[in-house]
């Protein structure tokens, strides 16, 4: 991909944070990507791109997919507790995420070391739920602990009367992946925790 592309990538995802009349997490004022990696491999490219919005406490994860000539087909963003992230990838990477994090049949987290986060909003008049998955990559039926598969999804919902958007998983809006290997969830952890504890320290009333 040359510079260019890159650019051209970079507006467009610039543009989908710009204010909007409505308040939403999508028009919130989000600081500059913590995180930004792009990939390609023999059967795609794209990129991974996290974001903090500190005001809410959370992440947002962007999983996008590029053609061979670097343009955009897909883009897939969540919004994450920012605490329940940074707590999950410091597990991998001080090795308790086996016994912190187990397979739980009830979210569909098929290994150890998974993590699910539901969340949702209302786009365009209708409730969507925004859901992120983390386990081991799997190529068919076999899974691979060396690195894992984050995916974003967006599924169309219904929205309960206590507020919470219930997916159904049978209407998916959209869905982005990538391969993420250890390595890379170490970098990645640390640079949260350095973003949190620079967050916290300079706004003390974080809490309130």
Not at 8 to 23: K, R, T, V
Not at 99 to 104: A, D, G, L, M, T
Not at 147 to 150: A, H, I, K, Q, T
């Given at each position: 991909m040359s510079q260019e592309i890159y650019s051209?990538?970079?507006?467009?995802?610039?543009?989908?944070?710009?204010?909007?009349?409505?308040?939403s997490p999508e028009n919130k004022e989000f600081s500059t990507d913590l995180y930004k990696k792009w990939f390609r491999s023999k059967s795609q490219s794209?990129?991974?791109?996290?974001?903090?919005?500190?005001?809410?406490?959370?992440?947002k994860i962007d999983i996008g997919k590029t053609s061979s000539d670097g343009k955009l087909l897909s883009s897939t963003n969540v919004f994450v507790d920012s605490i329940d992230l940074a707590a999950y990838l410091r597990s991998?990477?001080?090795?308790?995420?086996?016994?912190?994090?187990?397979?739980?049949e009830k979210t569909n987290i098929p290994t150890p070391e998974g993590f699910v986060s539901y969340g949702g909003a209302v786009i365009e008049g209708k409730p969507v739920s925004r859901i992120f998955k983390s386990h081991y990559w799997q190529s068919g039926e076999t899974f691979d602990s060396t690195?894992?598969?984050?995916k974003c999804g967006h599924f169309a919902a219904k929205k309960s009367d206590s507020g919470a958007f219930i997916p159904d998983m049978k209407q998916m809006i959209s869905m982005d992946t990538i391969k993420v290997t250890r390595q890379d969830i170490c970098s990645i952890s640390y640079l949260l925790d350095l973003s949190l504890t620079s967050y916290v320290t300079n706004n003390t009333d974080w809490y309130e």
């Open positions: 051209n990538i970079d507006e467009f995802l610039s543009a989908l944070d710009e204010d909007q009349p409505n308040p794209g990129f991974l791109a996290i974001r903090p919005w500190f005001d809410a406490l959370k992440f991998i990477a001080n090795q308790t995420a086996v016994v912190n994090f187990p397979v739980n690195s894992f598969v984050w």
